[in-house]
Structure formats: structure tokens, C-alpha cells
T-cell receptor
Framework: DSGVTQTPKHLITATGQRVTLRCSPR?????VYWYQQSLDQGLQFLIQ???????AKGNILERFSAQQFPDLHSELNLSSLELGDSALYFC?????????????FGPGTRLTVL | SQQGEEDPQALSIQEGENATMNCSYK?????LQWYRQNSGRGLVHLIL?????REKHSGRLRVTLDTSKKSSSLLITASRAADTASYFC??????????FGTGTRLQVFP
């Protein structure tokens, strides 16, 4: 158990809908990262927050947004969902603001868009 | 692309044998990390090797880094069925990028 929690575990929804994925980092970790893992794209970095502020951006679509709250939990919002958004979404956390150290991954949310 | 590339893509061995996976990358790195992912689960950090280190051990794991060849290898000795998983290398560039490779799928048969 990494100490990172994610909810929900599974999410099935329809195209055009909006969903929110939630992540709680390990106690003491200030950085939260979001990743998307699909069969054809591999593990793609989406976005990082550090202590409530956006720190780095990766291959995140404009339809996606995220935020980190004062209690350091984070939410990833996916809107106008498309079939291609079906994937595993992982949250990871670390102590450091720099995206180069060890990261602790949550169990993931499996999103299926029908 | 700066992405690390693992080789082989898939590897099948018998319990007790050693498994070796390789990772190559293109630009200079701060460190290189190896992660394991059991099917459909989150990634688990295995080991981090800094750019000024050449070899590191952790239990049955041995990682080497050759910065002149821009490559790393992960050796799992005396493999077990429980080692069955996908293994990813992740290369850390400067202070703001950690890029994951495409992974090696390891199957260890009892």
C-alpha cells in the first residue's frame, strides 16, 4: 500500500459526460501528479500540482482540468468525454516539487466511456 | 522523443532463472528509476540510480547505468512467479521531467 488513495476504482459513463476523479496523496507529500495509461499511448503525464499550485503540465487535453485543494487532495475533471478517453488514470505523490524523485502511485481509476 | 525504451517488450522465463531488462534513452538524465506494475494496478517504485552511480542493488534487484551508452539494465535474480508484472524505466531530465518508457512484460512460470 503506497498511502495514495484514489476514488472511484471504476467509472463507466457515456460519451459527452463529465466525471471527477479524486486523489489523496501520502501524508506529508505536497506534490500530486496525474497520469493516463492506455494501451496505445502508454503512461502519459498529464499535470502536476505542488502545494495547491499548478507546477507542470504534460499532455493534458483542454477538456481536462485539475486542481489541488488546501488539504492537498486533488481532483481531475474530465469533460465532453470521448471513447478514446477510456483508460486507467493514476495519481501519484511525492515530497518534492521537482518531478524527478521517487513517486508513489495510487491504485488508479479505470474509466470506461461507452 | 526523450522517452526511455525498454527491451525486450516481453520476456517469459521459468522460476529460478534470472531476468534482464534494458532501457535506453536519448538525452542526459538526472537519475533513472525502475517501477513495477502488476496487471491493472498502480506502479511501485523499485529503485533509483543517480547519473553519477554505475550500479545499485536492492534485494534480488541489480541496476546498472551506463551514461556513455545512455542505457540501463535491471536484473532480477532467482525469479519467482510473484515477479510477473510489467517493468518500466523512468528517466528524470533536469529538474522537471520524469518520463516513463513503454515497459517490459515479464512472465515467470512456476
Amino acid at each position: 500500500d503506497s498511502g495514495v488513495t484514489q476514488t472511484p476504482k471504476h467509472l463507466i459513463t457515456a460519451t459527452g459526460q463529465r466525471v471527477t476523479l479524486r486523489c489523496s496523496p501520502r501524508s506529508g507529500d505536497l506534490s500530486v501528479y496525474w497520469y493516463q495509461q492506455s494501451l496505445d499511448q502508454g503512461l502519459q503525464f498529464l499535470i502536476q500540482y505542488y502545494n495547491g499550485e499548478e507546477r507542470a503540465k504534460g499532455n493534458i487535453l483542454e477538456r481536462f482540468s485539475a486542481q489541488q485543494f488546501p488539504d492537498l487532495h486533488s481532483e481531475l475533471n474530465l469533460s465532453s468525454l470521448e471513447l478514446g478517453d477510456s483508460a486507467l488514470y493514476f495519481c501519484a505523490s511525492s515530497v518534492d516539487p521537482d518531478r524527478v524523485g521517487e513517486q508513489f502511485f495510487g491504485p488508479g481509476t479505470r474509466l470506461t466511456v461507452l | 522523443s526523450q522517452q526511455g525504451e525498454e527491451d525486450p517488450q516481453a520476456l517469459s522465463i521459468q522460476e529460478g532463472e534470472n531476468a534482464t531488462m534494458n532501457c535506453s534513452y536519448k538525452t542526459s538524465i538526472n537519475n533513472l528509476q525502475w517501477y513495477r506494475q502488476n496487471s491493472g494496478r498502480g506502479l511501485v517504485h523499485l529503485i533509483l540510480i543517480r547519473s553519477n552511480e554505475r550500479e545499485k542493488h536492492s534485494g534480488r534487484l541489480r541496476v546498472t547505468l551506463d551514461t556513455s551508452k545512455k542505457s540501463s539494465s535491471l536484473l532480477i535474480t532467482a525469479s519467482r512467479a510473484a515477479d510477473t508484472a510489467s517493468y518500466f524505466c523512468a528517466t528524470a531530465h533536469n529538474t522537471d521531467k520524469l518520463i516513463f518508457g513503454t515497459g517490459t512484460r515479464l512472465q515467470v512460470f512456476p
